[in-house]
């Protein structure tokens, strides 16, 4: 259908890097031409407590949350926390886990959530190069090699 | 202009700069706080205030001198900026001025759910509300326009889900022609003494009446057509769920929610086979259409609680009251590891203090395991509120009675309180705790006037903690690092609590996300 949307939650906790990955996915689509919406929760709900974000892109998007039951992709930066998005979630739902990624060859745990944003890119049509150039202009300088080569890690791992 | 993908608080404060607002000021508080940052980085003046009463006033200063201004706040800052509201509002303005203000449903990070749109009814004060970023951006620049062409204040409304949603921004050229800020002396409508007071509330009603009339004409009002069996009448985020809701509806959308354009409301209202009125929070546009005589629906009342999505609002239009689902409750947030407020709330806890507390990370002492805060309400409360309790109750427990206040919110409304325990002292005394993380810890690490930094974190003047104590009279005033010299703190605590005499403990130790900021920012920012 054309006027199909589709809808990414990103979920962890607070403190590894879910707003950052959330910004950098809305900025990859949003330069590939798609209507994007985000939706995030600050404050109090941080603080190391269970975190989500939705991006959301397609023709035309209208509200920035994702219907109950029309995730497409639940991507868990730790997945204990899958129970938490039940509800969201469908059969169709394609869940992607932090253990897609050999966390042992991250230069930086920190770079998990841009390693998430790897895998999740091989299912997505938006190019490698374009990825770059946004994980670039969202991270200071320090963190670009450490990033990249947690990106290029995460979209190397093969899908099951 | 190229378009761009932004924040709703982002898309507000690019609105601002491009209506060429002179001064941005507010205190922060989830989910406004980015507003005033992004405005500082996108080069505009902007300041933290020590509260939201300071920051209204300090932008009505900028307004008298004939250019723009804004303020900025989540929902229960509006409360403490109400007095400003309320009377610039008679006053009027020379220039412009909007408050911006965040409403919470939900309860994302906040207090309570009040709904700010009773204040634009209460004040009498135009009040507009966008659903995305666009029209924050958009908003933004109508709400400079509004309040300059008729000389009021303006209130732009937001919700969590449009200060922190992104969607995409077309801007447009920032205006070209500024005016230049002057003085103008006007007593009669500057100085609200009665007989002052009494012609500017007329004029006051003259203006709503003018508004109102341009509301129905060119307000920023949105008519969907659609099918004719249902019509729905939605503001805000709640327009958005609704659209996708009910993707062939009709739908008016509401832009100025205060004062309404109630004819073509009645008129859409009569329009359509159903009429459905979707909002978040109060039933205001629902009250408001029915007092009108219009013939719509509304949503049950258990969908005044908490935010809105799409299957909430699918549910509303089924006439759905059975008992939704209990939200899922993943990990609670939680003290960060290492924080230094983990080590005084352990100390209390360990000799049972009753703990009249207040708002900040700090709150989050009150949640188990820790279970060692026994009161919070509004900023500033610990203070009263111990102090009180310590009045009435038995001297036994009157004793065990502590206020505990955070560095920021000691600035904010701790002052007074202070003041007040100077002033009425209890039979057994008071312990003030101020613990000074030396930021404003919970909203972001904002500088306040205790910090030595401006919001650009430039350097300027340091409140000192103990020096006020000392100025106001309060006997014991001490200082500790309750993590390095936890013992001592704990012992200075015991004493205070033994003596029936006034004391302020400051527990001082840096916040250790700020330390971790402080850190990783460049130098050339300090």
């Known amino acids: ?160 | 202009m190229e378009r761009r993908f932004l924040m709703g608080n982002e898309a507000v404060a690019l609105g601002a700069l491009h209506q060429g607002a002179a001064r941005g000021t507010g205190y922060p508080g989830t989910p406004s706080s980015e507003i005033l940052e992004y405005f500082s980085g996108f080069g505009g003046a902007a300041e933290w205030a020590p509260n939201e009463k300071v920051a209204a006033e300090v932008a009505l200063g900028v307004a008298f001198a004939g250019v723009r201004a804004f303020v900025t706040m989540k929902h229960v800052g509006l409360n403490v900026a109400a007095d400003v509201l309320f009377t610039a509002a008679y006053s009027g303005v020379d220039g412009a001025l909007v408050f911006v203000v965040a409403d919470d449903p939900g309860l994302a990070s906040s207090q309570n759910e009040q709904d700010s749109r009773r204040y634009a009814v209460a004040a009498g004060v135009p009040m507009l509300e966008p659903s995305d970023s666009q029209e924050a951006y958009d908003y933004t620049r109508l709400a400079f326009d509004v309040s300059e062409r008729w000389k009021l204040p303006v209130i732009l409304r937001l919700t969590t889900r449009v200060c922190h949603s992104g969607t995409i921004v077309a801007p447009r050229a920032p205006v070209a022609e500024l005016p230049e800020a002057h003085f103008e002396r006007n007593i009669p409508h500057r100085v609200m003494v009665p007989a002052h007071a009494r012609a500017a509330h007329r004029r006051l009603r003259q203006k709503l009446a003018e508004i109102v009339e341009w509301n129905e004409r060119e307000g920023p009002n949105e008519l969907v057509e659609g099918s004719g069996d249902l019509g729905v009448i939605a503001s805000g985020v709640a327009y958005q769920h609704a659209r996708e809701a009910a993707k062939d509806a009709s739908f008016f959308k509401v832009g100025m929610s205060y004062p309404l354009p109630m004819r073509a409301i009645l008129s859409f209202a009569a329009s359509v086979k159903r009429c459905v009125v979707i909002e978040e929070n109060d039933p205001y546009l629902a009250d408001a259409v029915r007092a009108a005589g219009g013939r719509i629906e509304s949503a049950p009342e258990l969908y005044r609680f908490g935010e809105l999505d799409v299957g909430r609002v699918r549910r509303i239009f089924r006439g759905d009251v059975s008992p939704e689902p209990a939200a899922q409750r993943g990990k609670p947030p939680q003290l960060c590891a290492g924080c230094p407020h983990r080590t005084v709330f352990e100390i209390l806890k360990r000799h049972d203090c009753i703990v009249a507390g207040d708002i900040g990370c700090y709150t989050l002492g009150a949640l188990e395991p820790l279970a060692a805060m026994d009161t919070q309400i509004c900023m500033g409360a610990s203070i009263g509120v111990g102090l009180g309790l310590r009045h009435v109750l038995p001297r036994k427990e009157a004793k065990r009675v502590v206020s505990v206040i955070g560095d920021s919110t000691f600035v904010h409304s701790g002052l007074t309180g202070l003041a007040e325990m100077a002033y009425n002292v209890p039979s057994t005394g008071h312990v003030l705790l101020i613990l000074d993380n030396a930021t404003t810890a919970m909203t972001g690490q904002q500088e306040h006037p205790g910090t030595g930094r401006l919001l650009n974190r430039a350097p300027t003047n340091t409140l000192d903690y103990a020096r006020v104590a000392e100025a106001m009279n309060i006997p014991y005033v001490e200082v500790y690092d309750p993590v390095a010299e936890a013992d001592a703190f704990e012992s200075a605590l015991l004493r205070a609590l033994e003596r029936d005499e006034l004391t302020v403990l400051i527990a001082r130790r840096p916040c250790i996300l700020s330390v971790a900021r402080q850190r990783a920012e460049p130098a050339n920012q300090g």
């Open chain 1, 1 to 160: 259908m054309c006027d199909s949307v589709t809808n990414i939650k990103i979920a962890g906790l607070g403190g590894m890097g879910v707003l950052t990955a959330t910004q950098i996915l809305a900025e990859v689509l949003f330069r590939q031409g798609w209507d994007v919406k985000k939706a995030e929760v600050h404050g109090m709900s941080q603080r190391g407590g269970s975190i989500c974000s939705d991006v959301r892109f397609g023709k035309r998007v209208f509200s920035p949350m994702i219907p109950e039951g029309e995730v497409d992709y639940l991507v868990l930066f730790q997945e204990d926390q899958r129970a938490l998005y039940a509800r969201d979630s469908s059969s169709k739902t394609v869940v992607i886990g932090a253990s897609c990624v050999d966390a042992s060859r991250l230069a930086s745990k920190k770079a998990l959530n841009v390693a998430m944003l790897g895998v999740l890119s091989r299912r997505l049509d938006a190019p490698a190069a374009l990825w770059m150039d946004v994980i670039r202009a969202t991270l200071p300088p320090r963190l670009h090699a450490a990033n990249e080569a947690a990106f290029e890690l995460g979209r190397q791992t093969v899908r099951d």
